[in-house]
């Protein structure tokens, strides 16, 4: 039976001691992963919202295991060629940790997996330099949906906002956002207050690993893309 390379000593040069053993823990605990699960999947996201990601980790955490933070730490962990990889195929998943992307190790079936992250999408307000999606313009006259004690905050936005007889009141028309543009503090401050959410958070598979079978989900990923990275 081949030797497990799973406890391989690693090198993480150039880092803090403290720093230096919280990512061989990482490495350790993915490896240990790695032989435990039957399968394991890289998943890009958008616009990540840690309070809702760790809502689906605790309702998956019986059967799964996710992995966020570096990439190079990751692929380090899973090997980044033949020669290092800790199972066979596992190297062609490590290959594609670039960017927002992530880690999960489960021992559900390949359609329960496909099926929560198709259906898994969460709406949320926009942050600072987001892209708007849509443009927001409101008009000349009153701002029903304000108290008059939001005039001065609302002034301090840069709106162009008066008190007439205790109603908060624009005096020209005010463009928030622009479709398209990234958001300033003030247009996500605005767009919050008026309840409009325009960031959507998306898990998205873009590879799966097991045993007997390696995959690519995302459209324009080739397997000479595995192999050239």
Known sequence: MPKSKRNRPVTLSKTKKKGREHKESIV???????????SAYVFGFENMRNLKFKELREQ???????????????QIA?????ADEIRPG???????????SGLLFTN???????????????????????????????????????THEMEPFLRKQGMPV??????????????????????SPEAARILRLLGIKMATFKLQLISRW???????????LEDSDVESS
């Open 28 to 38: 350790n605990s993915i490896r240990e992963s790695a032989e435990k699960f039957n």
């Open 60 to 74: 998956l955490k019986s059967s799964s295991r996710f992995f966020l933070g570096s990439n190079k730490v990751m």
């Open 78 to 82: 899973l090997g980044r060629s033949v």
């Open 90 to 100: 596992l190297y062609k998943i490590s290959k594609l940790l670039r960017g927002d």
């Open 108 to 146: 559900l079936p390949k359609e329960e997996v496909e099926r929560l992250f198709n259906q898994y999408e969460e709406y949320d307000f926009a942050r600072t330099g987001s892209l708007a999606t849509e443009k927001v313009e409101l008009q000349e006259g009153p701002l029903d949906q304000f």
């Open 162 to 183: 008066r008190l007439n007889k205790g109603v908060v009141e624009l005096v020209s028309d005010y463009v928030v956002c622009e479709g398209g543009q990234p958001l």
């Open 210 to 220: 097991s045993p007997e079978q390696f995959e690519l989900y995302r459209e324009g």
